[in-house]
């Protein structure tokens, strides 16, 4: 490569250069922010037994007024109480507990399982990478939501009476199916630029095994590209779950509450009285879908300005 | 400093140190460090210089096409005497498709590609001279016609993809002339395309600027391209001129050892465009932080301990219109002396690899 | 016109896949799916339901006769104990709703979203430029319930300005329609004009680097012809695909957002049917739906060959 015109190009793009120079540093403030508040929750969540916070269960009828208003905050119970004396501070971090369950569980199947399709494809090419390409552009052909919803309702209707599935199993793996398309063309994506790289063609070469060169040599280049769609895809995730109990299916609130069922809930029951019982699990769901798609931004701008280095 | 062109009353451009700075990370690049010409109506002048040396960004900067983001502009650029060196896009815009046009270097790039020929070559007119449109139209296949393109009202109709690379940079001639522009820059017109459509490209460039009386910038790495078209002939160097003359001067008694360089290193006809300059060991020095002294010493064969820490001015010696900057200059005793010490001395003719 | 049959024969079997798919998971429930869909229902009735969907068939041939009827338009029944309604006069009342909303989304997205990505590309690294950029990265994030909520308490309720529910026909006149429109418009446009913009906007900023941009300007054409003509030309082919793949969660969202405002869409169809336990009902709306999308998306392909003169010379 000529050295002197590489100079042209340097002072052409000297603003582009700066922009990447600062997506490169550390996460930044909006970064660290958001890593903080999903740490805080995801933490929250994880502890959430343990934590001195009452029972979601428990029901404090004897501070709510006769009229089933509650007060929005009084001593032990920061975020006040819902109609039915309910805390909801509790109700938030437990919601958190199921919802983030949900939306992890359902993006590791997606990895998983696109990860795998997605590496195959990409990785065999010819009639494996025709096949599951196919079967991805089927389960693309329905609206991500609408497909989620459908196979709750025949997989929850197949498990009422088996048992065999708790709802929020259902959930993760209904979800889990609607993420893993997306997840897996990326993937194949990826594999199939990696494949052709020198050190994959050497281990070819030396003749090694394909999975071997499928797991060892080409997946650990393939999973950032992979990672930060897997964030984004959490956070879509946490959405979805929030949009299918405002759509009827999902975790039932009696049994447990999730972010989407208190939503849900409190939409139809508190928004014109007691608004602010609606607005709490959608803050959790906004801050949490915020952070995970800044963050999810700036692990691809960092992965991008890596791979136009190399 | 007298201009090259002294006998003339009034130029029709005129540039006074004119400086073009890139803000970069690094820090400013000096892509564009102090340059004067003047030009007159009809004639044309040859840029030439290796890719990088600041040659099309001073075309751009002329022109003021650069970006304002992080570019610094300095310098005087008087066009017929009015001075437009600083003036911002709203006041060029008058200038711009009619007074001054551009060629730009490759016809792959510069033409849009879901626009149609045509609309891409009347649009200038319809906007600049407030003709009707059919009027726009029939010019349009005029200006088709006379930059050589067979069958021109089907060629109206299609999109730049369905031409050949020798087709779309005459389309681009056609777009650049339709409002009769008085001043021409042609930034590498040929550089793009097969060697044997470049002849053509360049001879319909001469053609069109005699017919029209037009003034040209040809800028060009290819002293071979200018040699038998330019009146006269700049020659730049990591952002400055280093020697400037009528180009007959030039090739006769050239004086910079750059310049030798160059036409030493004037390509054959079977390389391929924008190939390294193999006569020239090195590469041109960083911009950020050019040497104190002549920016070209570290890669010249001349060169001496002086030059390494005293820049040379760019001024005319015993023929008047040929200024160039050197302190041992090619073809006078000085010169040889030097390049006899280097030899003796066993110094390669790449001191340093720039940095 | 090869390119539009090949696309022809790709929808079909994906609708056909995707529907016999659907038909699987019919199967997939436990026992007898009649005593599901009508357990109120009496031995002879639950045999006659049986019969009408050939459920006592095996399940490719189940599946032949749905599409059969499907093609016809004949969707199947709603079972309730006391009538059975077919589903395809919900469809017929119902469809309308939702692809209103979905038409003025798109079109509200549009209107916002192009001058926006021009203005914003254009004005690139400004302050205002960044403002807009962090307002547009946090209305990304906010879910489209969230916004319908917030616009349904804050302007229904609280200001009382627009109902916070309903549906009220073209023809009952222009604001009335309207007036049930607008916040769920606005709830599902509002993360759609926040991708677009961003997307457009960086196309832009690359585009804004081109040649033929420096050559359009070179012609002395004014800025405003630069940037409208010249430079969002070529990036409506990203907007394109863009719109192309937000349609899906254009719909998902539509549905939701029915389901908030009470909005008599698909959505409702939806609901109820899952409710219910309608799995034919369902399964026949979900393929309706599955069919739109597909269909949007040919006639965005068909869109690109009349936008990309290059497109439409290679197929």
Same mark, same amino acid.
């Not at chain 2, 040497?291 to 070209?296: A, D, I, W, Y």
């Given at each position: 490569m000529s050295v002197s015109g590489a100079i042209a190009p340097n002072i052409q793009l000297g603003a582009k250069i700066k922009v990447e120079k600062e997506k490169r540093k550390r996460l930044g403030i909006t970064g660290t922010i958001s890593a903080v508040w999903l740490a805080l929750i995801g933490l929250s969540a994880l502890l959430a037994p343990w934590l001195p916070i009452p029972s979601p269960k428990q029901a404090y009828i004897d501070l709510v007024q006769p009229d089933g208003n509650a007060p929005f905050s009084t001593s032990g119970h920061v975020l006040g109480l819902d109609g039915g004396g309910h805390d909801m501070l509790a109700q938030t971090i437990h919601g958190a507990r199921v919802s983030l369950q949900i939306a992890f569980g359902a993006v590791m199947f997606g990895m998983v399982v696109g990860g795998f399709l997605g590496l195959s494809a990409g990785f065999f090419k010819g009639k494996v990478d025709r096949f599951i390409s196919t079967l991805f552009d089927i389960f693309l052909a329905v609206p991500a939501l609408i497909l989620a919803m459908s196979l709750v309702a025949f997989l929850s209707g197949s498990s009422a009476q088996s048992g065999f599935l708790s709802i929020e199993r259902i959930m993760m793996l209904a979800l889990g199916i609607v993420a893993t398309p997306p997840l897996g063309r990326i993937a194949r994506a990826s594999t199939l630029t990696w494949s052709e790289r020198e050190f994959v063609m050497a281990a070819r070469a030396q003749g090694a095994k394909n999975f071997k060169i499928m797991f060892i040599e080409i997946l650990p280049n393939v999973l950032p590209a992979m990672m930060s769609i897997a964030l984004l895809s959490v956070g879509v995730v946490v959405v979805a779950e929030g949009g299918l109990s405002l759509l009827g299916v999902g975790v039932n609130f009696t049994d447990k509450p999730s972010w989407g069922n208190m939503i849900a809930l409190y939409a139809q029951t508190d928004l014109q009285l007691h608004p602010w019982l609606v607005f709490t699990p959608i803050i959790a769901v906004f801050l949490t879908v915020l952070s995970l798609n800044n963050l999810g931004d700036i692990i691809r701008a960092r992965f991008d300005a890596k791979e136009t280095t190399l | 400093m007298t201009d090259t062109m002294a006998a003339s009353s009034e130029p029709l451009i005129a540039l006074r140190d004119v400086t073009t700075y890139f803000k970069t990370p690094r820090g400013l690049v000096r892509a564009v460090d102090g340059v004067s010409f003047s030009l007159e109506r009809g004639k044309t002048l040859g840029i030439v210089g290796e890719s990088g040396c600041g040659k099309s960004v001073l075309s751009k900067s002329i022109m003021g096409l650069l970006p304002k983001r992080n570019v610094v502009r300095g310098g005087s650029i008087k066009f017929e005497g009015r #001075?437009? *060196?600083?003036?911002g896009a709203n006041e060029l815009r008058e200038l711009w498709g009619n007074q001054m046009a551009m060629v730009f270097q490759d016809p792959m790039t510069a033409l849009n590609p879901v626009m149609r020929v045509g609309n891409q070559i009347t649009e200038s007119l319809i906007h600049n001279l407030d003709v009707s449109k059919d009027f726009a139209q029939e010019t349009a296949l005029q200006l088709l016609t006379s930059v050589g393109i067979p069958e021109p009202s089907r060629r109206l109709r299609q999109? &730049?993809? #369905?031409?050949s690379g020798g087709m779309r940079q005459r389309v681009m001639i056609a777009i650049a002339l339709a409002c009769g522009p008085k001043l021409l820059f042609a930034d590498e017109p040929t550089t793009a395309l097969d060697v044997t459509v470049q002849a053509q490209i360049l001879d319909l460039l001469d053609a069109q600027q005699a017919e029209r009386f037009m003034a040209m910038i040809l800028v060009t790495h290819d002293l071979g391209v200018v040699a038998g078209r330019a009146d006269d002939i700049m020659v730049m160097y990591a952002g400055q001129a280093v020697e400037k003359a009528p180009t007959r001067t030039l090739f006769a008694q050239m004086r910079h050892p750059y310049t030798e360089a160059l036409l030493k290193s004037i390509p054959k006809l079977d390389q391929a465009s924008h190939t390294r300059l193999d006569a020239i060991g090195g590469r041109p020095p960083d911009l950020v932080h050019p &040497?104190? *002294?002549?920016?070209?010493a570290p890669r010249c064969p001349y060169a001496q301990d002086r030059c390494l820490q005293e820049a040379p001015p760019l001024v005319s010696h015993d023929t008047p219109g040929h200024e160039f900057a050197c302190w041992y200059p090619v073809g006078t005793p000085e010169g040889a002396e030097a390049l006899a010490k280097n030899q003796a001395a066993g110094i390669a003719a790449t001191v340093s690899g720039g940095n | 016109m090869a390119f539009l049959m090949r696309r022809l024969v790709r929808v079909i079997t994906v609708v056909l896949f995707v529907t016999f798919f659907s038909y699987f998971l019919l199967n997939l429930l436990p026992g007898d799916p009649v005593d599901t869909i009508a357990p109120f229902a009496t031995k002879e009735i639950k045999e006659a339901i049986r019969k009408e969907n050939h459920l006592d068939r095996a399940v490719p041939v189940q599946y032949w006769f749905w599409v059969e009827k499907f093609v016809q338009g004949d969707l199947g029944y709603n079972y309730t104990p006391s009538s059975k309604n077919p589903v395809a006069d919900d469809v017929k009342s119902h469809f309308p709703v939702s692809v209103q909303l979905v038409l003025y989304s798109i079109l509200l997205t549009m209107l916002c979203a192009i001058p926006l990505g021009v203005f914003t590309a254009y004005a690139a690294g400004s302050r205002l430029d960044r403002g807009i950029n962090t307002v547009l990265f946090g209305a990304f994030s906010i879910p489209d319930f969230a916004i319908g909520l917030l616009l349904a308490y804050f302007v229904g309720v609280k200001l009382g300005w627009l109902p916070n529910g309903g549906y009220k026909p073209f023809g009952s006149g222009l604001w009335t329609h309207a007036r049930t429109m607008i916040l769920p418009v606005i709830s599902l446009a509002i993360a759609q004009i926040a991708g677009f913009t961003r997307v457009l906007r960086s196309d832009m900023i690359a585009t804004l680097q081109e040649d033929f941009i420096t050559m359009a300007k070179s012609k002395g054409i004014s800025g405003k012809r630069v940037l409208w003509r010249h430079a969002l030309r070529p990036s409506s082919l990203t907007l394109l695909t863009v719109a192309g793949l937000n349609v899906g969660a254009l719909i998902g969202g539509t549905v939701v957002i029915e389901a908030i405002f009470n909005l008599p869409g698909m959505g409702l169809i939806l609901t109820s049917a899952i409710r219910g336990r309608q799995f034919i009902a369902l399964q026949s709306t979900v393929a309706i739906i599955a069919i739109g999308y597909v269909l949007i998306n040919v006639m965005i392909d068909l869109l690109y060959t009349v936008l990309d003169p290059r497109v439409r010379n290679v197929s």
């Open positions: - | #001075e437009v *060196g600083q003036a999109y &730049p993809f #369905e031409l &040497p104190t *002294g002549c920016r070209f | -």
